[in-house]
């Protein structure tokens, strides 16, 4: 999943539309469904604990935060409009609509949103998103518990005013809090389920264009159900989504080709195959996929010259056209290509920031064995053994199966063992940092380099190979902080730490999801938010 922030100027020009236009339509909604795939279950229904996207693609669809992407455009959700902004860009005030409803009848307000942001940033609450809220009044200290939750500058003004005030100006505020995160929880039915809330469709309540049914916790399915309460339900014309999970994409294909998926998603050969129908596309993601490697695991994977040896070993190319085989393509760094923009100069961070250190990420095996001999000798040790870690998809143990040759074959005396497992469950090793070498992927919550560079800083939950440096720390909270509302100077200091970041090959670069699917071509007006959230209110599908 994602953050949220923001904005200085982003090109939105991955923003893909499955095959229409953004737009809504007049036509009747009366048995208009969509049936499409997941790669893996819900982790949780919970805003404050959803860490993947698969999750924040459910809550999307079933919440409404104050603010909602139509496409690239920032429109009001749950708020009449956008925000009021003070003159020193630090107060934030949201004017509410007033017949917004739970699913359970009761009404949304203000106080609603100031409990589910205070939780949020709450330690008790034990949020992996937490951090999130940093650059909002007092959340550091009470995210640190040196400050009540109630401190947190974000507070309801009445019934249907909610004011948010900040430490420093945010200029990607807006756009950061239409993250899933923020979306608002019924309090009366947190205290109704403990610990049981948001963990089943029953023990969850929804203010969105939908109702979640049908999902046990656990559930390979579920549907979403149009909700009648929602304050823009007319605009809603699929009265049902339903959802599968699907991991092989040969079963994709035979799901797709027997009518019973009107979207699925494609990989390797079985995606190449299919790239002449006519309902094949390709959306381009604003999301990364990497390795980190976790030195405190593996003590040589802290070497540089190591690090940098397992970078030039892998032919991205190759790995791309021979195991992926949609529209990816090869990285040297994590923020994605045509993501932001300089306003001032139209310059791409990604491809401004890959310049110095793109030869970190060539493929060059005569350098990689060079730099791997002389690795082991500053190390004094005779070879590397680790474990590679990744999801159980066809296409991640396909990838594991790649790099453990790709590595084997260029490096002498590498020993490299292979680990599958359950999204889930990748997840939950990762962030308590049991894994070697993980390959971990990420995906803009908002067009911002900085929802991906923040993932590197040293406290940061979301930083699995506990990488560290000094500088790259202070650079990054430079950009939130005295160098915020400099276009310049934040671009200098995002770009700055990207490139520290590739030097000491902190992680390792692999692609740019290019998601290949094959949609009917009865669907309309389907669109795609920076954050790669699908939007279905508009949406039509009249076979």
Not at 165 to 171: E, G, Q, R, V
Not at 173 to 196: C, H, R
Request: positive net charge.
């Amino acid at each position: 999943m994602k953050k949220k922030p923001l904005w200085l100027g982003a090109s939105l020009a991955t923003l893909v539309v499955l095959l229409a236009a953004c737009g809504s339509s007049s036509s009747s909604s009366k048995g208009q469904s969509i049936t499409r795939m997941s790669k893996d279950v819900i982790a949780t229904m919970d805003a404050a604990q959803a860490t993947d996207a698969i999750s924040g693609q459910v809550l999307q669809d079933t919440g409404a935060g104050l603010l909602r992407y139509h496409g690239k455009k920032l429109e009001a959700d749950a708020a009449t409009k956008r925000a009021t902004v003070s003159k020193d860009q630090k107060t934030y005030t949201f004017t509410l609509r007033k017949d917004l409803k739970w699913s359970d009848g009761k009404p949304v307000t203000a106080q609603d949103f100031q409990y589910s942001w205070r939780r949020l940033a709450d330690p008790k609450t034990k949020s992996e998103y937490a951090y999130i809220t940093t650059g909002i009044k007092n959340a550091d200290a009470v995210q640190a518990g040196k400050k009540p939750a109630s401190t947190l500058g974000a507070k309801a003004i009445g019934k249907y005013k909610f004011q948010v005030k900040l430490d420093t100006p945010m200029p990607y505020f807006e756009s950061m809090i239409t993250l899933q995160v923020f979306n608002p929880v019924e309090k009366a039915a947190v205290d109704k389920y403990g610990k049981k809330y948001g963990t089943t469709s029953k023990t969850t309540t929804y203010n969105g264009p939908y109702v979640l049914t049908g999902w046990n916790g656990s559930s390979n399915s579920w549907t979403e159900k149009k909700n009648p309460k929602y304050w823009d339900a007319k605009n809603v014309h699929v009265t049902s989504i339903k959802t599968q999970v699907v991991k092989e994409a040969t079963t994709a294909l035979n799901l797709y080709q027997d009518g019973k998926l009107d979207d699925a998603i494609l990989s390797g050969d079985t995606a190449a195959q299919m790239k002449n129908d006519s309902a094949y596309n390709t959306v381009t993601q604003g999301r990364t996929t990497y390795l980190e490697m976790n030195a405190k695991r593996v003590k040589a994977l802290g070497n540089e010259n190591i690090r940098k040896a397992l970078s030039l070993s892998i032919n991205r190319k190759e790995f791309i056209k021979k195991v992926l085989g949609d529209g990816s393509k090869p990285v040297s760094q994590p923020v994605p290509y045509d993501l932001f923009q300089n306003v001032d100069n139209k310059k791409d961070f990604a491809t401004d920031a890959s310049k110095k250190y793109a030869s970190n990420s060539k493929y060059d095996p005569a350098e990689a064995d060079k730099l791997y001999k002389q690795g082991l000798k500053e190390l004094g040790i005779k070879n590397v053994s680790f474990t590679l870690l990744s999801d159980d998809t066809d296409v991640a143990k396909s990838t594991l199966e790649y790099l453990q040759g790709a590595w084997t074959k260029a490096l002498p005396g590498i020993k490299v063992s292979t680990k599958s497992v359950p999204f889930k469950t990748r997840v939950s090793l990762s962030l308590a940092h049991n894994a070697d070498v993980v390959v971990s992927s990420w995906q803009a919550d908002f067009p911002d380099a900085i929802s991906f560079l923040d993932l590197f800083t040293s406290d940061n939950s979301y930083n699995m190979g506990q990488w560290s440096n000094a500088k790259y720390d202070q650079l990054i909270k430079a950009s939130k902080t005295t160098d915020a509302t400099s276009i310049s100077k934040r671009w200098n200091d995002l770009k700055q730490a990207d490139e520290i970041l590739a030097d000491q090959q902190g992680v390792i670069g692999l692609y740019q999801t290019g998601e290949a699917h094959l949609t009917k071509k009865t669907i309309k007006h389907m669109t795609y938010s920076p954050g790669n959230m699908i939007n279905f209110v508009g949406a039509t599908n009249k076979k």
